[in-house]
């Protein structure tokens, strides 16, 4: 790996999780690599995963900059006793990154609805694959639209080295973090696709059907 004009993607902190994360040597000056714990905390990302991992936030938050506001956020309007309105939303938007030469393009795989939560509140997760440079290698990553189940909003969920199948395996990660759903809370099968991506909606309504009656078996 080359570690010439890493900084243009990423900043020492940004190194130091993305190499732990991914259990490989940093790409950059070792005198700069701050320690992983100061990484997280001052990225915003120490001590608030629940169920999940703060790398895995922190990895998401990086890979997911560019994006923010094509994200998952809930939203709500608030009336007050004069009629003015006040429109709160779950989804923190995150200080950018410092300007890059070069941004991550984040690709996206596909958005599903897990349930209808009450009239007009669906529980959307939205998947995405993104291309890091020099550390050649694609981390998919799943959105909700606020942090209220896990505590942070997105989440890295697996990556994979290579170009080659590259739709087979973004969608075997995805397929993966249902059946982990599936088999830790029980979680029922997604009720509907919201919008599609990469994935289809014969490839995801096969991938899902599988691990439902695997998990039901």
């Given at each position: 790996?080359n570690s010439q004009n890493t900084n243009d993607l990423?900043?020492?902190?940004?190194?130091?999780?993305?190499?732990?994360?991914?259990?490989?040597?940093?790409?950059?000056?070792?005198?700069?690599?701050?320690?992983?714990?100061?990484?997280?905390?001052?990225?915003?990302?120490?001590?608030?995963?629940?169920?999940?991992?703060?790398?895995?936030?922190?990895?998401?938050?990086?890979?997911?900059?560019?994006?923010?506001?094509?994200?998952?956020?809930?939203?709500?309007?608030?009336?007050?006793?004069?009629?003015?309105?006040?429109?709160?939303?779950?989804?923190?938007?995150?200080?950018?990154?410092?300007?890059?030469?070069?941004?991550?393009k984040p690709q996206h795989l596909i958005t599903i609805?897990?349930?209808?939560?009450?009239?007009?509140?669906?529980?959307?997760?939205?998947?995405?694959?993104?291309?890091?440079?020099?550390?050649?290698?694609?981390?998919?990553?799943?959105?909700?639209?606020?942090?209220?189940?896990?505590?942070?909003?997105?989440?890295?969920?697996?990556?994979?080295?290579?170009?080659?199948?590259?739709i087979t395996k973004a969608s075997n990660l995805v397929?993966?973090?249902?059946?982990?759903?599936?088999?830790?809370?029980?979680?029922?099968?997604?009720?509907?696709?919201?919008?599609?991506?990469?994935?289809?909606?014969?490839?995801?309504?096969?991938?899902?059907?599988?691990?439902?009656?695997?998990?039901?078996?």
């Amino acid at each position: 790996m080359n570690s010439q004009n890493t900084n243009d993607l990423y900043t020492p902190d940004e190194h130091a999780i993305l190499s732990e994360w991914l259990e490989v040597p940093p790409i950059c000056a070792q005198e700069d690599l701050p320690y992983l714990d100061d990484a997280l905390e001052r990225l915003g990302f120490l001590g608030g995963a629940i169920e999940r991992f703060d790398e895995d936030a922190a990895v998401a938050h990086i890979v997911l900059g560019a994006i923010q506001d094509r994200l998952p956020q809930w939203a709500a309007v608030e009336i007050d006793a004069v009629g003015n309105a006040t429109i709160h939303t779950a989804r923190p938007i995150q200080k950018a990154r410092n300007k890059k030469k070069i941004e991550l393009k984040p690709q996206h795989l596909i958005t599903i609805n897990w349930a209808n939560t009450g009239p007009g509140i669906s529980w959307p997760a939205a998947y995405h694959l993104t291309w890091l440079p020099h550390y050649d290698v694609n981390i998919v990553t799943v959105s909700a639209d606020g942090p209220e189940l896990y505590g942070y909003c997105d989440f890295a969920v697996g990556y994979f080295e290579g170009s080659e199948h590259r739709i087979t395996k973004a969608s075997n990660l995805v397929a993966a973090d249902w059946a982990l759903s599936a088999a830790d809370t029980n979680q029922p099968r997604w009720s509907e696709i919201i919008e599609e991506g990469l994935i289809g909606e014969q490839l995801a309504a096969e991938l899902a059907s599988e691990i439902w009656q695997n998990a039901e078996a």
